[in-house]
């Protein structure tokens, strides 16, 4: 046709500060017409992204987030959620090229701060321009879109602290306003969110997910997220923090401050002797609980003084995390005597990606 993008395949780019999140609409209501009339190239480039679920080394395909039947700009099919590190992007240029994607004249949608870092990139070395849309804007079309799509989206921790209790469970979000988001990639945003078109962010915190992962590797010497995570699973936090009843003996009675409150973060790193007896797992598991335990204060916080009762918690920080989401499930209920409740959604990284991809001629 005469809009470029129809005969491209339909992808939603969100280049993020770790990753880069990739979603790719395959539409599965073709014509016998459109399928001949399909240019080699697009052909293969389908191909390649279906039949596989690993991209060279480093990009993953998350199969088990895949969503058939979906609509969207009244074409049915499904839709792919493909994730590699932002570090990886020559690579990924590299790849696009080789598979002949600079013989399209082609536009991307693309959101995130990488979208205006590598356009000059995605010029000069695939020939592809990108539309560029506002990352909060995509992050929340995307999530309604998703959570509209799958009733299974929305889910919450029953029981957070008890091994054999806790549980995922199924949540209706279909009335949602008002509810805060806390978006936890490398770094935090929170956005309180009022009505479809009617947000605003009204915090953050640089102390992210980027930094769960970079202090975890300067601390055990590991070299991946996945790693990270596996030694924090097999770990002992009150090995490295100062509790409550490290200070008091027991319970703070006064204020009502359990015993095994952490009341200062690392707070035995400063004894030679208990450095000495701290493993990597322990190091590891307190820079988690540090890090979530404070990500789910602010978000306490912003949801107080926007009187809000509902806590979105998205991002890749959440991937794989189960300690996280439990943690500031505990947290969100214990802090706030049972008045707030901690959400999750099934998509966590991807609704930037999602979303600026349904935005395009919009
Ligand atoms: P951003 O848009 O800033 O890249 P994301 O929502 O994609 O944010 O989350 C990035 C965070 O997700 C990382 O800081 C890390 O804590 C976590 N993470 C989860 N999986 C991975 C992975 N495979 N590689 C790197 N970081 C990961």
Known sequence: GDNPFEAMPWFGMDIGGSLCKLVYFEPKDTTKDELESEIEVLKN???YLTKNSAYGKTGHRDTHLQMDNVVIRG????LHFIRFPTSEMGNFLALARMKGMANLVTTVCATGGGAYKFEENFIREVNMKLAKFDEFD??????HYIEAQNSDECYYWANPTDET??????????????????NIGSGVSVLSVNGPNNYKRVSGTSIGGGTFLGLCCLLTGCNSFEEAIELATGGDHTHVDKLVRDIYGGDYER??????????SFGQMNSRDRRSKVSREDLAKATLVTITNNIGSIARMCAQQEKIDRVLFIGNFLRVNPIAMKLLAYAMDYWSKGTMKALFLEHEGYFGAVGCLLQFNE
């Open 255 to 264: 204020f009502g401050l359990p015993g095994d409150l952490v009341a200062s």
């Open 165 to 182: 209790r806790c549980a995922k469970v199924n949540y209706d979000f279909s009335n949602p306003y008002p509810f805060l988001i806390v």
């Open 45 to 47: 480039i389908r191909r």
């Open 75 to 78: 074409r049915k099919g499904t």
């Open 138 to 143: 995509s992050l929340i079309k995307g999530m």
